[in-house]
């Protein structure tokens, strides 16, 4: 089945409806609110909101196996219970905590990240097995032990090894305090090939620390095994002036994906043609309530909901 067939799917309920129940939520929530901290009232609502998202989503579960759905079927329910959530989620936050550049950056990440995910968890035609990333001591141990076997093949006496190991020890405390955090947002193998996603809602100017990080991570991991594939999600376009993204593109350990390209991987990698679906079923615009939305436009803020 085809990308345009599996979009071909009956739809019973409609985003608007969905919009209205939850904003309906929103208004409920605002009314027990007490008056207060700003900050609490907001992570109040996003919580509420969430609450009544997961439950929406395991009474559609339910109903869909019932109905015997196909996971395309699922998924189109459970992204568009979940768009509506992320809509009303911003506009009530906006409504007692205006959104400034950082803060609206980050909740954009924070919410298209799960969102693309939702592919992995009910994906189309595809054999998907999850699996634990190494961590930094399963690492250390397995190239400690490597030195090991190497130096018992050599002539050294034992004092001579044991100063060598001391050395030894004084690099990994020196690599990063002994943690190096080697999980990335996805972890799968699909006919026989390891995959480690890591997701980027954008690739800003201040992406060096991180940058480092990842090239860190992805050598260990093609040491480990030269069949990971190591890949990097963009939601934003390219830019080309940013050295950090090119820096990563060039480096030989991470394959980068941006915009449109993201898109065709994840329906790659998962059988969802997730841009087709967002086409279709997304207007921010329209979406968004008129004040939220004119504010967002004011602000600047409106870039980042190019999905």
């Known amino acids: 089945m085809d990308g345009e067939d599996i979009l071909k799917i009956s739809r019973k309920i409609t985003k608007d409806e969905i ?44 109903k869909g196996i019932e109905k015997g759905w196909e996971n395309y079927e699922f998924l189109h329910v459970i992204l568009l219970l979940t768009h509506a959530a992320n809509v009303v989620m911003l506009e009530y936050r906006n409504r007692v905590w205006k959104y400034d550049y950082m803060a609206f950056s980050r909740r954009i990440g924070e919410l298209w990240e799960p969102f693309c995910k939702l592919c992995w968890a009910l994906p189309v035609g595809r054999k998907i097995t999850f699996f634990d990333p190494p961590t930094y001591g399963d690492v250390k141990d397995i190239i400690t032990g490597g030195v090991v076997d190497f130096l018992n093949t050599t002539s050294l006496i034992l004092s001579e090894k044991e100063e060598i190991f001391k050395y030894f020890d004084l690099i990994w405390e020196l690599v990063a305090s002994g943690d190096i955090q080697l999980k990335s947002d996805l972890h799968f193998e699909s006919n026989g090939a390891h995959y480690n996603i890591d997701f980027k809602s954008g690739f800003g100017s201040n992406e060096k620390g991180n940058t480092n990080r990842l090239l860190m991570v992805g050598s260990i991991y093609k040491k480990l095994n030269s069949n990971y594939n190591n890949i990097i999600l963009v939601r934003a376009v390219e830019e080309e002036n940013n050295n950090y993204l090119q820096t990563l593109k060039k480096s030989g350990v991470w394959t980068v994906y941006c915009g449109d390209q993201t898109y065709k991987q994840i329906e790659d990698l998962t059988g969802f043609p997730l841009k087709k679906w967002i086409m279709q079923n997304i207007t921010w615009e329209n979406d968004i309530e008129p004040e939220t939305m004119q504010y967002l436009c004011e602000s600047n803020l409106a870039q980042y909901l190019k999905w």
């Open 19 to 62: 919009l209205e129940e939850f904003r309906g939520i929103g208004d409920l929530l605002l009314t027990k609110a007490k008056n207060g901290d700003t900050k609490k009232l907001a992570s109040f609502l996003n919580r509420s909101i969430q609450a009544h998202k997961v439950s929406l989503i395991t009474q559609a579960q339910q």
